[in-house]
């Protein structure tokens, strides 16, 4: 059974810098490309970032670009965010997700705050 | 950026009926490898999103055949037949053809 557990969610300061981590287990982590998707309250879903398999490749939206890097360990079989910067509109639910096409395994997902 | 349009916003049906969601890209999003990486999730109240419908046409392994996913270049459309208690939640198309990729902005699907 695919799994994928986020951690490293909570409370930031704009401005500051918070590192999220997802474990995949029930599949070969090394041969998908994996995706950060991410939900502000209340509101619809947006893509943030994709990595290829082997960590060759990494692809971001706009607004994230400079501010965020996305990681992977394929040994340990996790992926990471590394959030820096963050802003009050970086507020939101990020979701882990397999990337096969589409995203299409997603984990629980992790909230992340950023405020004073 | 491609912007994936999604009518109608919200859509009332009652049980049994079929409902249709559509998507409309501003460009097409048929890939220079002859795929179209257009699909469809479903995010019920309080879940994680959870695909149902990949490369347009393609059901997710475990969805039910009252999925059904057409369309082609700009134009696309999910029909549910016969909608049941468990379809209802928050229906969203997203492309992965160009980066950066995106989604809809969404289609809550509710009971009249």
């Known amino acids: 059974e695919v799994q994928l557990v986020e951690s490293g969610g909570g409370l930031v300061q704009p401005g500051r810098s918070m590192k999220l981590s997802c474990a995949a287990s029930g599949f070969t982590f090394n041969n998908y490309d994996m995706a950060w998707v991410c939900q502000a309250p209340k509101k619809g879903l947006e893509w943030v970032a994709t990595?290829?398999?082997?960590?060759?490749?990494?692809y971001y939206r706009d607004s994230v670009k400079g501010r965020f890097t996305i990681s992977r360990d394929n040994a340990k079989s996790t992926l990471y965010l590394q959030m820096d910067s963050l802003r009050s509109e970086d507020t939101a639910t990020y979701y882990c997700?397999?990337?096969?096409?589409?995203?299409?395994?997603w984990g629980q997902g992790v909230m992340v705050t950023v405020s004073s | 950026d491609v912007v994936l349009t999604q009518t109608p916003v919200s859509l009332s049906v009652t049980l049994g009926d079929q409902a249709s969601i559509s998507c409309r890209s501003s460009q097409s999003l048929e890939y220079s490898d002859g795929y179209t990486y257009l699909e469809w999730y479903l995010q019920k109240p309080g879940q994680s999103p959870q695909l149902l419908i990949y490369e347009v046409s393609n059901r997710f392994s475990g969805v039910p055949d009252r999925f059904i996913g057409s369309g082609s270049g700009t134009d696309f459309t999910l029909k549910i037949s016969r909608v049941e208690p468990e379809d209802l939640g928050v229906y969203y198309c997203?492309?992965?053809?160009?980066?950066?990729?995106?989604f809809g902005a969404g289609t809550k699907l509710e009971l009249k």
């Open positions: 997700a397999r990337q096969n096409y589409g995203p299409d395994y």
């Open positions: 997203f492309q992965a053809t160009h980066d950066p990729y995106t």
């Open positions: 990595i290829s398999y082997d960590g060759s490749s990494t």
